[in-house]
């Protein structure tokens, strides 16, 4: 059989945690900035957790991660 492969696109922007959970990047941060609000900017900051709702999805995309 030949090996599974990893979707490049999802290994680049999820990184798996040492306790099996998946770090992933805050969306809507990236163009139009004038209209959100300083508050509302300083929240997207830094990563947060992939929903557990989510975590068959990572399997599927990521086979190698030891999910």
Do not use: D
């Not at 945690?17 to 992933?24: E, H, M, N, Q, W």
């Not at 609000?37 to 989510?54: D, F, I, P, W, Y």
Request: charged residues 30%; without cysteine; aromatic residues 4%.
């Amino acid at each position: 059989m030949p090996k599974m492969k990893t979707k490049k696109s999802a290994a680049k922007r999820f990184r798996v945690r040492p306790g099996g959970t998946v770090k992933r990047g805050q969306a809507f941060k990236r163009h139009i900035l004038t209209k959100k609000s300083t508050t509302r900017k300083r929240h997207l900051r830094g990563a947060v957790n992939v929903h557990e709702t989510n975590m068959g999805h990572m399997a599927q995309m990521l086979p190698y991660a030891g999910l």
